[in-house]
């Protein structure tokens, strides 16, 4: 079974809000509202985030006229990023040039100013929240959980830009979840003048299938049918199916599962016993398949789907020159 991408978005007839298809326009439209008491329900639709982000054409499709940089956790592993390396990356940020930054969540997005690879110049026009994390207090699985604050990441966000959007999202296994927007404001915003029409949401879909079944060329014994992804893994996934086609990324693991996983460092997490601790990215007990999306996102890069700012010679290059 071939899975085909959605090009044209469904667009609401009052409104002009992007819904995801006309069979759900009540629902998808009726809930992606805020309550008089301060909460969001979760959506349904993930060609909202198009309207997010203000990349509609007038006829409805998405503007590929937009360069797009998407950045992902990778970060998160110190031992990967060595000062070199980040300000090559901070270079090719500069070559892209890109007219709309994404970052997978707060913490993750400090981290990328913090090392240089951001510029405080260059603003973040979406930050991807879990709800689980930021509003229910959920602790997130790094590999150093002491490194990360959830109000100073916020806060440094916000100080740092007032137009940036925080799109929090909970995958479709709950269903639905509520964000208490003027809760946030006073606990993630620390009470400032913060607008809470820019805290939007999602209820998305963590299931997908491995795009390489389209290709003649993959071994049959190699093809699966439903996948549980990783968060950032399922977001580039929703961004190639709405149509994006200048989808640009750092902080990914798109260099294929034969990486020297030697390089990557060990979890430090240990909330949940041996799942995560003592264990790297490719190795975690959980129910995503780290190196079959490395190697579905290299395929993509190679494939011209996707481009992958990173380089892995040159990643090498400056983890020996710091021996």
């Given at each position: 079974?071939?899975?085909?991408?959605?090009?044209?978005?469904?667009?609401?007839?009052?409104?002009?809000?992007?819904?995801?298809?006309?069979?759900?326009?009540?629902?998808?439209?009726?809930?992606?509202?805020?309550?008089?008491?301060?909460?969001?329900?979760?959506?349904?639709?993930?060609?909202?985030?198009?309207?997010?982000?203000?990349?509609?054409t007038d006829d409805g499709y998405v503007n590929n006229e937009e360069v797009v940089l998407y950045l992902g956790g990778r970060i998160d592993d110190d031992a990967?990023?060595?000062?070199?390396?980040?300000?090559?990356?901070?270079?090719?940020?500069?070559?892209?040039?890109?007219?709309?930054?994404?970052?997978?969540?707060?913490?993750?997005?400090?981290?990328?100013?913090?090392?240089?690879?951001?510029?405080?110049?260059?603003?973040?026009?979406m930050v991807f929240v879990y709800n689980k994390h930021a509003a229910l207090g959920t602790p997130m699985q790094v590999i150093n959980p002491g490194e990360y604050?959830?109000?100073?990441?916020?806060?440094?966000?916000?100080?740092?830009?007032?137009?940036?959007?925080?799109?929090?999202?909970?995958?479709?296994?709950?269903?639905?979840?509520?964000?208490?927007?003027?809760?946030?404001?006073?606990?993630?915003?620390?009470?400032?003048?913060?607008?809470?029409?820019?805290?939007?949401?999602?209820?998305?879909?963590?299931?997908?299938?491995?795009?390489?079944?389209?290709?003649?060329?993959?071994?049959?014994?190699?093809?699966?049918?439903?996948?549980?992804?990783?968060?950032?893994?399922?977001?580039?996934?929703?961004?190639?199916?709405?149509?994006f086609k200048n989808l640009n990324i750092i902080g990914f693991s798109a260099f294929g599962s034969g990486e020297d996983e030697s390089k990557f460092s060990k979890?430090?997490?240990?909330?949940?016993?041996?799942?995560?601790?003592?264990?790297?990215?490719?190795?975690?007990?959980?129910?995503?398949?780290?190196?079959?999306?490395?190697?579905?996102?290299?395929?993509?890069?190679?494939?011209?789907?996707?481009?992958?700012?990173?380089?892995?010679?040159?990643?090498?290059?400056?983890?020996?020159?710091?021996?």
């Open positions: 079974m071939k899975k085909k991408r959605k090009k044209k978005i469904h667009v609401c007839p009052t409104c002009g809000v992007p819904l995801r298809a006309k069979v759900n326009f009540f629902l998808d439209h009726e809930i992606n509202v805020m309550h008089p008491d301060g909460t969001y329900d979760l959506g349904t639709s993930n060609d909202n985030i198009i309207a997010y982000l203000d990349m509609v990967l990023y060595p000062k070199s390396y980040c300000s090559y990356l901070n270079s090719k940020i500069k070559e892209l040039n890109p007219t709309k930054i994404i970052a997978h969540t707060p913490w993750y997005a400090k981290k990328y100013y913090d090392k240089g690879i951001l510029e405080e110049s260059m603003k973040i026009d604050s959830k109000e100073d990441s916020f806060k440094y966000l916000y100080d740092l830009s007032k137009d940036t959007t925080y799109l929090f999202y909970i995958h479709s296994a709950y269903q639905k979840n509520e964000i208490n927007a003027a809760q946030a404001k006073s606990t993630l915003f620390n009470g400032k003048d913060f607008d809470i029409g820019k805290l939007k949401s999602l209820l998305y879909d963590r299931r997908y299938f491995d795009p390489r079944e389209d290709d003649p060329n993959m071994p049959w014994d190699e093809k699966v049918d439903f996948i549980n992804t990783t968060d950032g893994f399922a977001f580039i996934d929703m961004f190639l199916e709405v149509g979890y430090n997490y240990d909330r949940e016993g041996d799942r995560f601790h003592g264990k790297t990215y490719f190795d975690l007990s959980t129910s995503e398949n780290q190196r079959l999306e490395s190697d579905i996102l290299k395929y993509l890069c190679e494939k011209g789907d996707l481009f992958n700012l990173e380089n892995y010679e040159k990643l090498i290059l400056a983890l020996e020159q710091i021996k």
